[in-house]
């Protein structure tokens, strides 16, 4: 099946500094692909919608100042977390819908990105 | 909004026995119902889905069937393995006119098989 990889798998870094987390597509091109955090124990909470060639779409809460996504390529999104702060560590993952036809309701997801903010 | 509810965990099993994780939803439509899997270390899998009311998923051992009358769509399989070892997330998509659907994820329920 397709497959979706994040990188970094984890990083650490002081409050204040930005942070930015690559989600490719290896086999396939997605021109959308979804931003997902989850706390411990607790459910993937969508963020944002990644759009190549246009902006992105935040779901209601999210500071789309603090969390940018860009969307460089048909197999690239990137999120920047900026001035990262301790309530910012979570897990980020993300995800790229099945492009096949007709469209299915099918989410291809990265293993996640574990961000900790010291 | 919709909602998806799903058992607690850890739940922990021995092998060949049977397992059922419990999840009901809240929606104002008609979702898709979707069971999701996540192997230590690997991103989520799609196990199994359901698209419409009485529909029944299945995939490698794994079933659930979309009731609409109970909003439930529980996960069951007849004999674990240890390799089943694994956390499970209920989903349900919310669709979104022209565009892609969002889906709503339960808080996942981690299962433990033990040889």
């Known amino acids: 099946g397709a497959v979706v990889s994040q990188h970094p798998s984890w990083v650490i870094c002081k409050s204040g500094t930005s942070v930015k987390i690559e989600c490719r597509s290896l086999?396939?091109?997605?021109?959308?692909m979804f931003w997902y955090r989850q706390f411990p124990k607790q459910s993937l909470m969508l963020m944002a919608t990644s759009n190549e060639g246009s902006k992105a779409t935040y779901e209601q809460g999210v500071e789309k100042d603090k969390f940018l996504i860009n969307h460089a390529s048909l197999t690239l999104s990137t999120l920047t977390v900026t001035s990262a702060h301790p309530e910012d560590s979570s897990f980020y993952i993300c995800?790229?819908?099945?492009?096949?036809?007709?469209?299915?309701?099918?989410?291809?997801f990265g293993p996640g990105t574990r961000l900790t903010v010291l | 909004g919709d909602s998806v509810t799903q058992m607690e965990g850890p739940v922990t099993l021995s092998e060949e026995a049977f397992l059922t994780i419990n999840c009901t939803y809240t929606a104002t439509g008609y979702p898709s119902l979707f069971w999701y899997v996540q192997y230590p270390g690997e991103g989520l899998q799609l196990l199994l889905k359901?698209?419409?009311?009485?529909d029944k998923g299945s995939n490698k051992g794994f079933e659930a069937t979309y009731r609409k009358e109970t909003t439930s769509f529980h996960l069951e399989k007849g004999s674990v393995q240890v390799s089943d070892s694994a956390v499970y997330f209920c989903?349900?998509?919310?669709?979104?006119?022209?565009?892609?659907?969002?889906?709503?994820f339960g808080a996942g329920t981690r299962l433990a098989v033990h040889p």
């Open positions: 989903a349900l998509s919310d669709r979104v006119s022209g565009g892609y659907n969002k889906l709503i």
């Open positions: 359901a698209t419409k009311a009485d």
């Open positions: 086999d396939f091109q997605a021109t959308t």
């Open positions: 995800s790229a819908p099945d492009l096949g036809i007709p469209r299915t309701d099918t989410q291809y």
